[in-house]
């Protein structure tokens, strides 16, 4: 409407001009074309349209007519702006390849509201890996609460007999030991970064949350690599322990006795815990890791474009969160939800009653002699007689 009254008032005027002037005695100068105002086009002081190409020659318009017909009209340099067309930048592209351009080349999403690839990834930040990945933590955690009220520790039926069996050696429980201080400073550093802002914030206030997020950060960034050459050992080491037998299917059909109690026999390590090996340590473990390590640019010579970081970034969170729930039943069950499972790692060694109800059939190899591992004497075994010399 207030453009039309213009347009109006500009037809008005330029028919009234060549009567003024004629009564003035001047001569009268060549009225303007309808919509118009001399050289300057009405289409072009109100219509501005959301694609230059709509309108040829527009973005070419010189910055010195524009700011006289259209003060305050920043519309065509954030058309630019929001191309995704590199401008000038004084930073190296080694370094920086994407410095020229301030934001990424819109993309329309279907059924969305938001146009960037930037604005996507936060999208799918915010309303998904966040909210989905917090509450699937929280079951997690819960769900095992609620289990260990229900069943309590499992514990072991017969009496211990004193003699103690080589579980772990030093070595295998250094490298245990190293990887799972790496994963816990990293799992409570990105639960802090990724959920802090919900129960951490109002309780701290932003400038010592600040502060605490950049301090976790910096070490969360220095702790993933140590986290990534730990695994690699751990990998190494207890792979050939962790070979899938036909044992393993008979521990899955009864869930391992964690419900009913009674222990399935299995052979150093359990279908469970194989399971946590391979999908957990290795698969989960290996995604994490590299996109962990593409995050912190570790490796030269790589596309670390803004897009390539928000997809690292995406797929970094969602193996990390279903890796933490994985660890989660791991760490109870080596804790409180077996009795003598930590000190296994801890001290390296088990009583033969705990390895027998446990894991019968590595006890059975290792009493047989077929798998080397080092046992205490038996104390309730009677010495046998000497005979005396010259008999």
Known sequence: ????????????????????????????????????????????????????????????????????????????????VNSGEPGYSSLPKSEAPEAGVLIQRFVQYPGSDYTTAGEAWRQVRNHWIIPYGGGLLLIVLVAILLFYAAKGSMKVHDAPTGRRIERFTYFERAAHWVN????????????????????LLPIMGSALFGWTTWVLKTVHNFVGPVFAVSLAVVLITFAKDNIPRRHDILWLKKGGGLLTGAHVPSHRFNAGEKLMFWGG????????????????????????????????????????????????????????GMQGAFKAMKTGYVDETWAREHHELWYDDVKAGKIPAQRTPDKTAKPRPTRPAGA
């Open 1 to 80: 409407m207030i453009r039309s009254l213009i347009a109006a008032l500009a037809i008005s005027a330029a028919a009234l001009a060549p009567a003024a002037a004629q009564q003035a005695g001047t001569p009268a100068a060549p009225a303007p074309a309808a919509g118009g105002l001399g050289n300057i086009q009405s289409a072009n002081i109100f219509d501005v349209k959301p694609d230059a190409n709509e309108q040829p020659g527009y973005a070419e318009q010189t910055n010195a007519e524009r700011a006289k017909v259209q003060p305050g009209n920043n519309a065509p340099m954030w058309r630019q």
């Open 180 to 199: 799972a201080a790496a994963f816990v400073i990293l799992a409570l550093s990105g639960i802090v970064m990724a959920f802090g802002k919900f129960f």
């Open 281 to 336: 340590m290795l698969f989960l473990g290996l995604i994490a890791v590299l996109s962990g390590l593409f995050l912190d640019k570790v490796a030269p010579g790589l596309d670390y474009s803004r897009g390539n970081m928000q997809i690292a970034h995406m797929i970094h969170a969602v193996s990390v969160i279903f890796m933490t729930c994985m660890i989660m039943g791991h760490i109870y069950l080596g804790t409180i």
